[in-house]
T-cell receptor, first 113, second 112 residues
Framework: GQNIDQPTEMTATEGAIVQINCTYQ??????LFWYQQHAGEAPTFLSY????GLEEKGRFSSFLSRSKGYSYLLLKELQMKDSASYLC??????????????FGGGTRVLVKP | NAGVMQNPRHLVRRRGQEARLRCSPM?????VYWYRQLPEEGLKFMVY????????ESGMPKERFSAEFPKEGPSILRIQQVVRGDSAAYFC??????????FGPGTRLTVT
């Protein structure tokens, strides 16, 4: 199967930095998405990595190493509103058209004052 | 540009009834995906559709579940003879050919 593994829960302090790791099997995925999901709400897009390296977007950065099957999401200058679940999702092509997302179980991040 | 729309947002059904969940993709998107999220779990892919075609239904249970995306109108996920284990949040996402999937607000199905 195509497993996506990420920690279940992390706690950090307001203003700090948190790194959420995600590991996956190296075959089968063409890229990696990160989504944020607040309780009871829809996932919202954060980042998409298809090439190796770091993608920076404001306070959020995402890194991908395809050879190692490893990605991380870095949240800087944490704010209370960042308390949410962060979902790592591998992308695989479906019959050369469209993308199927395989999600990990999500990492619940709790930001404390 | 309206986002992905789903209705109803909340649906309560008794065991044995049918549940119909609707999804209207973003304007210009012809690819629709359905995902299920059980309480305290991650999202699981169910089915991928384009207009009038089911492209991949590898995540759909073999019985009681069906999906369609007609030429006109929204995509429909239909669950017949619902059971308690079907209680979950059902999310629809749409995308252009490749790239980011935009998620709708979800339908929370409760089976009593």
């Amino acid at each position: 199967g195509q497993n996506i593994d990420q920690p279940t829960e992390m706690t950090a302090t307001e203003g700090a930095i948190v790194q959420i790791n995600c590991t996956y099997q190296t075959s089968g995925f063409n890229g990696l998405f990160w989504y944020q999901q607040h309780a009871g709400e829809a996932p919202t897009f954060l980042s998409y990595n298809v090439l190796d390296g770091l993608e920076e977007k404001g306070r959020f950065s995402s890194f991908l190493s395809r050879s190692k099957g490893y990605s991380y999401l870095l949240l800087k200058e944490l704010q209370m509103k960042d308390s949410a679940s962060y979902l790592c999702a591998g992308v695989s092509m479906i019959k050369a058209a469209g993308n199927k997302l395989t999600f990990g179980g999500g990492t619940r991040v709790l930001v404390k004052p | 540009n309206a986002g992905v729309m789903q209705n109803p947002r909340h649906l309560v059904r008794r065991r044995g009834q049918e549940a119909r969940l609707r999804c209207s993709p973003m304007k210009g998107h012809s690819h629709v995906y359905w995902y299920r999220q059980l309480p305290e779990e991650g999202l699981k892919f169910m089915v991928y559709l384009q207009k009038e075609n089911i492209i991949d239904e590898s995540g759909m249970p073999k019985e009681r579940f069906s999906a369609e995306f007609p030429k006109e109108g929204p995509s429909i996920l239909r669950i017949q003879q619902v059971v308690r284990g079907d209680s979950a949040a059902y999310f629809c996402a749409s995308s252009p050919l490749v790239g980011e999937q935009y998620f709708g607000p979800g339908t929370r199905l409760t089976v009593t």
